[in-house]
């Protein structure tokens, strides 16, 4: 009987603990950092947690939903996503940091004017320290990074540094930016063109002759580019464009975050635009000026209102879901995303909707073969094929649902399960 009822009981708090997911206490929160300190809020957008009294310099979002923070010259803080400091590591002789991406294992990478350094997930551990001057880092689908290395030389590493693999893309123009591409590829931007690089590091998939002022990650592999003034492009991983959209007359477009549903959020001096994953039709327009928006690993979006203390919430439709006013914390400099994502992007949900069903199996069905469209891409080959059914099946199974978390009890239910269950074992013993 006492084995029933521990089994029972364990069953229970396994349902209390996905539960406490579901309801977004850290789940796809947010850090923000002044010139002071840093405020952790909670993904439901309004409850945050004891200000960090830390002035850093840059604040990053990690795989594992901790973020890393530089203080001061050379020391690196790593954080919670309620704020509570794990770990602080002091990286001197390294070079002047500039910045830091993170990578696949958790952990992170700093760079300098003279060296990249791969950080372990637990803050301390150097996994690797690489002679390499690089104007910039971008993190990777697969968890690998890619930097540029002088004028046109790009290096990719794995994630603790190993097996660096360099790619010349000469005589393409001056780059400025790099995007992650569904498969592990990268897309690179220059001042003229944009190369579609393959996993590998090395083939040219495709070079498109667009100059972008930006260029987004999407959820779905794709990524997203401005055209011009208003003119968004999206393009698939090979580089082919799958949609043009004219977003004319909104105000002078500053940037755009990617959205959970596959889209994007275009954001500029007077409106936030939420662009759906076809890349075609607009979900809301919201007549906002925001600055430092910030994707979050839940699908959401946050941005600040542009010159206030006020952080609005968004979902991927645009809808507010909260306001929170963050004063007296001093000047704002910088936001990241905290805490591990709700399970948004379940295995076999091709169209991004939170549940697997016959829907996703009709994308995987239209799309079989295709190399340009990778929305039912479930294990990131860069092809769609048997495989990608084979994931879409065993998450299609109801035993699968459940455990994905698509119905996670609420705190009543899940009380009134755990007293049935003890009634249940102890009448049958």
């Known amino acids: ?14 349902l209390l603990i996905a539960s406490r997911a579901a309801w977004g206490v850290v789940v796809g929160g947010y850090a923000v950092s002044t010139d002071s300190r840093i405020a952790f809020v909670a993904g439901d957008g309004e409850t945050t947690f004891p200000i960090v009294l830390d002035t850093v310099q840059n604040i990053t979002g990690l795989a594992n939903g901790n973020v890393v923070a530089r203080i001061g010259t050379d020391l690196w803080r790593l954080y919670d996503a309620e704020g509570n400091e794990l770990f602080t590591r002091q990286l001197d002789n390294l070079g002047t940091f500039n910045d830091a991406v993170p990578t696949g294992n958790g952990g992170y990478a700093a760079l300098t004017d003279a060296n ?3 950080m372990a997930a637990n803050g301390d551990t150097v996994n690797r320290v690489i002679d390499d001057a690089l104007s910039f880092a971008t993190p990777l689908s697969n968890g690998k990074v890619v930097a540029l290395k002088g004028a046109d030389l790009w290096r990719l590493y794995d994630a603790d540094g190993a097996n660096v693999v360099t790619r010349a893309l000469d005589n393409s123009g001056v780059f400025n ?30 070079v498109v002759t667009d100059v972008v002022s930006s260029l987004t990650s999407l959820r779905t592999g794709n990524v997203v580019g401005r055209v011009g003034a208003d003119v968004w492009k999206l393009y698939s991983p090979t580089g082919s464009v799958l949609a043009t959209r004219a977003l004319d007359n909104l105000g002078v477009f500053q940037g755009a975050a990617a959205l959970g549903n596959g889209g994007y959020l275009a954001y500029s001096d007077t409106n936030a635009i939420f662009v759906a994953a076809d890349g075609l039709t607009i979900s809301n327009i919201v007549p906002n000026a925001l600055e430092f928006v910030t994707a979050l690993n839940n699908g959401n979006v946050v ?25 007296n914390i001093g000047a ?11 399970p948004v992007n379940l295995p076999g949900d091709y169209n991004l909707n939170g549940s697997v069903d016959a829907a996703d199996y009709t994308i995987w069905r239209d799309n079989l073969g295709s190399t340009t469209n990778l929305a039912a891409d479930g294990d990131n080959s860069g092809v769609i094929d048997a495989p990608d059914y084979d994931i879409w099946k065993l998450a299609f199974s109801p035993v699968a649902t459940v455990v994905a978390g698509a119905s996670v009890p609420e705190p009543a239910s899940v009380l009134l399960a755990t007293i049935a269950a003890m009634l249940l074992v102890r009448r049958r013993n």
Do not use: C, K
């Open 1 to 14: 009987m006492r084995r029933n009822l521990q089994l029972a009981l364990h069953a229970a708090s396994l």
């Open 116 to 118: 990249i350094i791969f």
């Open 177 to 206: 930016s790099a995007a992650a591409l569904g498969g592990g590829g990268y897309a690179a931007v220059s001042d003229s063109r944009i190369l579609f690089i393959g996993s590998d590091g090395l083939t040219v998939n495709n």
């Open 303 to 327: 941005g600040r209102l542009a010159g206030s203390d006020l952080w609005r919430l968004f979902d991927p439709l645009g809808n507010i879901l909260a306001t929170r006013q963050l004063d």
């Open 332 to 342: 704002f400099v910088g936001a990241a995303p905290t805490g591990l994502s709700a």
